[in-house]
């Protein structure tokens, strides 16, 4: 959200601006396998799913080292 610029004083009326980004899920998903494999976005997802929760659960591994509760009690959608 911002305000319009001339009308920065909060206390006098003004203009406030939302902006919405609107991306289905299939765009979604086509960026998370990154620019070079859109072409063959479904094919290369799953690996690529399969690398991002790799990370996670070495990102959660060093966090629990550090003394970081980690909630354990979730779970990934059906599929990932």
Known sequence: MSRDHPLNDVNQP???FIEFNLRSEK???RQLVGSDKRTVW????PAEMKLLKEERQQAESA????GV??????RDPPGF
């Not at 966090?63 to 550090?66: D, G, S």
């Not at 509760?69 to 979730?74: G, H, M, Q, S, V």
């Open 14 to 16: 003004g203009a406030y």
């Open 27 to 29: 765009e979604q998903f």
């Open 42 to 45: 479904q094919q290369a997802l």
């Open 63 to 66: 966090l629990r080292k550090q």
């Open 69 to 74: 509760n980690i909630d354990e009690a979730y």
